[in-house]
């Protein structure tokens, strides 16, 4: 356990130094809620409709764009070699590269999207919702980003390739969290979708350590 | 304890490349081999399929005396790569290294002082000059003790004196059961075994 | 079966005549079914673009099954690092590109006059679009590593990884509520569909199938044929 | 020139390989086109409302988070330097590289943005505001996006650094554009929107190139 | 041409540290000047502030015969980092380099096979072993006629025979007037004068 316990203390501070800490999330949040209105129209109504739904659609977006390199640049300089050659196995550095990474990002993102939901004039009984689903989506998010940052080490062409890989693998998620919300926006039974998006989420990271663990050994070969 | 490590006809490829076929020799304690060769001849793979990070072709390379699972923990190895991050400091990176490889943090700081690295340890380790680099990767095959080391041509970037106390700490580290398997283009300042790569 | 043919020479030996013979099936059973599909009345809701369901229901069934190939195909190749099986998962993939964007094209020219619009954000269609994601995703990979050996591992990982939706792509219509219609050919209950549309129905899908067959066979043998060319030029350049 | 025009190619090339090329962003909008009805909803009308100026605000995002990294790697790996020393003023290389991550990325991202926002159900007529606001204002990210990467050099803490310092420079565009996306919707005349949108752009392009060098300078120092 | 590179009174400061102050010594076309030193001495930094990289806090680095500006075109800088890019194919990076520095696409496939890396063009930067790697950093010098090398142990990760090799090469370049200024820890395979930095 004391290895990994370092590791995560390592990786934490990377990704938090990498991302910059909860303050661009909260700055990436602040940004979407102040160009929503100039970009739908300032009527409450119709923006209170969409908010939910956007803050959890940015959340899955800037997942995206920015787990892309999780694994790259270890590979480059050597540390995956040191990684590999711990007393952990691979499959448990993967997890917690992840691990890490959805703390140092994905959790500042999951208590900015309700903030940023209600600011947009979501109404106040939606905000759990939206912290839930962005909490657990984004671990989802995190690992599975993960794997296709795996998938595409030492290929040319990374950032097209970590796009095709990863969209079929957040499509699920990002359908029942959005299914969950506007089933709770309709006044409708919506555990179903949450349940959903927990049992992905749970697949995901119970799986993808075993597909990143064997793609990183497959790129240090 | 590793009793020998046997390498018996290996073969390596890259891309589509055969490196070299049927080596073959062993490693005990207390010895130090030296690995030659061409640029491109293959001692760098060979020294990551020592590490099991590399699958070879043909034949194996077997740890006497350990399970297969534990090889990866008797060894270190320290490559033409660091795996060191320039954005972090040098303690950080040398604590994380020894407490990672199964060190402790009275290691790393006991490394870091044998390789008088004391005053540079929190420096971001891209200040670094090339031979304070090279010597903090050194430290952390000191701050946590493993019976193998596997070099990449671990002396070129040293000043003369440096070479010299590395010399003197590889010696140490044979005398006590370590054993060593150097990738080198110049000659060691100890006494070691020569094995030549894809002649 | 897989044994058999999992050494190289029996699988030339074997697929030098079953390519063809798969071939001639695959044309025969698709004329017949064709012939029997045009025969067959009118639906009395659908009319005549009920005739595209042949060939719409068997490029979807295709589209599955290839990737079912290409997940089995790349299981072997990566846990007993078979060649035979790598060339097998590389061959299969952009036939099963081909077929799955046949159900997405065919589907969506049906949905026009059945649905009244062309594409429909519900889980079927959208599972089946990721479905052509994987494959995509497959293809580029392997096609971005310099080094074919680790390419192909990288990708057949990824195909593993697909193998979770094609479960959602079958379940999806029990699942959740959606347009397109539940299943009437595969179910326990059995077939709820009249002999004159599933005769065709299931003629067309085994003539799907054996044209598949025979066009795998031709392309793994390509790719085996391609392996000793370079194998052979590397000899040459190295002597 | 002749140097420059080598310099384009290769950072072109390299800014394709890093994002891939036009596929990812094609691929991104796809994403986002496919998951938008789910997350807020599949009602026509309520997604066309939203359509155009959710497909500005992807371009933002996604160019906030893809730009940063713009002169990282070059500084660790000693390219900088080269590029210091070649026969060009530092000025004009940090230009071309904006310029070539804007053709490489913002200008297929700027051909895709129409075509999610009609595939949304944007109305027809809105589709070429939505092209010349992201083809300019594409531009406008890629410099001011350079211009916090090269800031952020060889700090610890770059994520925070460039979140700090580029969002106030991106939000004045963004709402430029959104501005004049809304007025278009409402029928109003919109072309003082974009008039300020280009004008942005001009400066951007105009002074960034001059903060950058001094930037990369004093990180080469 | 440059007719004379005088370095006088020069002081370099890293961080909060003075390197050294009071160095001074000329480089005439034809020289070759080894610099040598402890690790950290300033070798590196050195030859940074000689390139215009790096600001001196006292003293100055003069091209007779050549603008001020005109400096950096005159000088190639070789340093621990080669600048360049895992990714792409050797034959790209050579073939940039070449033009980026004023040389032509015939020099660059020249330079190359001078250096013997023709069959390697192909292969990504990554794939190249340390040795080749270096080849190709190498081969940029040959590829752009620039009259001053600024060289960071430039032979260190050579194999025996590429060291002699190189060495011709580097005297080739001096006898046509070229002026080199190498940062070693090794004695060049060349005749050539002495400066020790940081003594
Ligand atoms: C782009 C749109 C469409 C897509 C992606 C699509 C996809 C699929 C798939 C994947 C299957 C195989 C399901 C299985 O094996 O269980 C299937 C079967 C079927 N589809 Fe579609 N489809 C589309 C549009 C349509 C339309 C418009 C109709 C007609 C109303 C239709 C009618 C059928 C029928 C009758 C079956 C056979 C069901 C069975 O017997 O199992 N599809 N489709
Ligand atoms: N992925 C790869 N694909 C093709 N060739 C490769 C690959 N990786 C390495 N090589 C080649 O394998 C050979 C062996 O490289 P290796 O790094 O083991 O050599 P080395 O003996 O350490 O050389 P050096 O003394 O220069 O460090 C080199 O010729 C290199 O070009
Ligand atoms: N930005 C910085 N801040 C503080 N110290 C620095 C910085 N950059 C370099 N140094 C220090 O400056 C000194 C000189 O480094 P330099 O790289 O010039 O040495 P060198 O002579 O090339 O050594 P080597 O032989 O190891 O390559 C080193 O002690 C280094 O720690
Ligand atoms: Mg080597
Ligand atoms: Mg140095």
Redesign the interface.
Known sequence: MRPLVTLLGRELALAWSRGGGPLPALAFYAGMATLLPFAVGPEPERLAAVAPGFAWLALALASLLSLERLFERDFEDGTLDLLALGPAPLEAVCAIKCLAQWLAAGLPLAFAAPLAAIALGAPVPVAPLVFLCALIGGLAFAFVGGLGAALALGSRRGGLLIAIIVLPLFAPPVIFGGGALTQLAAGLPWTSGLALLAGWTAAAVALSPLAMAAACRNAVD | MISRIVIEDLALRRGERLLFEHLAFTVSPGETVALTGRNGAGKTSLLRAVAGLLRPVAGRVTFEGVEPEAAAGALHLLGHLDGLKGGRTAWEELRFAALWSGGTEDGARAAAATLELDRLLALEVRKLSAGQRRRLALARLLAAPRPLWLLDEPLAPLDSVWRVRMGELMVAHTAGGGMILAAVHDPLPLPSRGVEVGA | MLSFLANPDRFMAFSRWAAPMFGVMAAGLMAVGLWLGFAAPEDYQQGDTVRMMFIHVPASWLALFVYLCLGVASFLS?VFRHALADAAAKAAAPLGAVFTALALITGSLWGKPMWGTWW??D?RL?SV???F??Y??YI??RA????ET??G??AA??A???L??LP?VKFSVDWWNSLHQGASVFRAEGPAMTNDYLIPLLLMGLGYMAAFGSLWLVRIRAEVWRRKA??LA?KAA?A
Chains 1, 4 share one sequence.
């Not at chain 3, 971005?144 to 080094?147: F, V």
């Open positions: 990566l429909v954000w889980a959208t679009l990721v479905l994601l994987f995509l995703g580029a990979l971005a590593m310099d080094d680790k390419g591992r990288a990982i990824l593993l990884v697909g979770v939706n959602i370079t194998v590397l190295e």
